[in-house]
C-alpha cells in the first residue's frame, strides 16, 4: 500500500498506544545487514518510511497489510505523519541509512518528537564500511556531511552557507578527511573545488560507490583530474587523504604574535600594519573564544582579522577593506597562513555590514571618515558582552570615539601604548620609538534575564 493522504492521518486524534517510532539503521546489503530484532521490528510495522531504494529493497520483509511512505519531498512534514499514524495505535517504523544518528534523519526527529516517543536501533555509519574496505583507521579522521541542497560549484565568493563550506575548512588543516556525498554534492564537484583551490596535489581521492550491495564499487587514489573524467553512482562516500604534508612553516606559526614580516610583501615598507605588540594587546582586548564571529572593518594587511581566525578556529572572521592593493596582500597572506574561516569583503564600511551576521568581537583599523556612525553601527549589531576594539595614532580620532561611545553609553577603557624597538648604531644598539597607538576597548552591556 502507499502513503494515505496526511490528512487522513492527522483527522484521527485517538489517543495512542504506548508504540514507539522505531528508527532503524540500514545499509544496501539488504536483511543479512541487520540484527535479527531490528528485521522482526520491521516485519511487524503497519506503517514503514524510507527513502525509494529502502522501500524496494526491504519490501519481501514488510507485512502484506502495511502502508509504505516515501520519504522524498516529505522530511518536513514527517513529524506530524509520525504522530498521527501513533494516534491511530499504528506502529511506525523509519529506515535510515547507517547510523540513523550520524547526521541522519534520526537527529531531525528527535528535536520534533516527544523524547519518549523515538527509539534508535542502530547500525554502522557507511563511512566505517568505507573504512573498513580500505584498511585504514578513521579515529583520527574528520568527518563530514555534505547531503544537503544544491548550492552549486564552490566559487572564491562562496561563503559560510555553501553546503561545501565545512570541507573548505577542513582542507587547511585536517590529513584525512570522509564526506557524506550527495546527488548533488558529488565526487566530482568536490574534484571541481580541490582544482580551483589548487589543492590537487595535496590529496588523493577515494569514492567508495553503493557499499554493502552486490554491486559496491570503491575507486582508490585519484587525483582530481581523475575523477572528474569519471562517473560515479550515488550513494557514496569520498576519502580525501592528504599525500602532501603540510609546511613546516606553516605548523610552527604561533597562534597568537605572529611576525609583522608574515603580513607584508617583500618589497612594502608602507602598508597599512598593526603591529606585533599592538595586535597582541589588542587581540587580549577582544576576549575571543573559539566559536567568535569576528568583524574586521578597515583590514590594512589583514594582520588582525587573520589572526583573530587562527584564534577562533572554530569561528568566522569577516573583514573589509576598500584598496585594491592591500586586498590583493591580504588574499596572500591568507592563503599563505592557510586560513580558511576568514571571509574577505571589497568596500567601505558601513556598505556591506547589514549583510554579515552579528559579531562577538569587532575591530576598526580604519573607519573610512566614518567613526562615529561606525561605531553606533557596531554598538547595536553586537552581541550582549561583545567587544569593540579601536585602534588609533590620531587625537581628533580617538576624541570622536570616545565621544562617541559616552553618547551611546557604551563602557570603554583606554590605553596608551608606545613601542621602542632595538636598532644598531655603530658597534652597538639602541631604542627608535614607534608613534604612540591609543587602544580603545569597549563592552556592550549583558541584558539581564526577566527572573
Known sequence: MVCQALHLLIGNNKMAKNNQCIIIGVLDGGLDQLTPKASRTMAQADLIIADDRFLKLYRPNFKNTSEQCSLSGKIKELPELITAAQNEGKQVVVLATGDPLFHGIAGYLIKKLPKNSIVVMENV??????????????????LLSIHAKDGGDWQPTSGVDHPLYPLFKALFSEDKIALLTSPANTPNRIAKMLLMLDLEGEFLITVAQELTSPTENIITNQTASQILKTAFISPNVVILLRCKKQTEDTIKKPLLGIADSEFLPAESTTALITKQEIRVVSLAYLSLQKDSIVWDIGAGSGSVGLEAARLANCGEVYAMEKNQTRLATISENRAKLQIANYQLFAGTA????????????????????SLAQLIKIVADRLKDGGRLVMNFIT????????VTLKKIGMDWQMSQIQVSRSAPILAMNRLVPESPVFIVAAKKAEQEIPT
Open 350 to 369: 558601513p556598505e556591506g555590514l547589514t549583510n554579515w551576521p552579528d559579531p562577538d568581537a569587532v575591530f576598526i583599523g580604519g573607519s573610512g571618515g
Open 395 to 402: 587625537l581628533e580620532n580617538l576624541n570622536q570615539a570616545l
Open 125 to 142: 555509519s557507511t563511512i566505517q564500511v568505507a573504512f573498513s574496505r580500505l584498511g585504514i583507521s578513521w579515529s583520527d579522521a574528520k
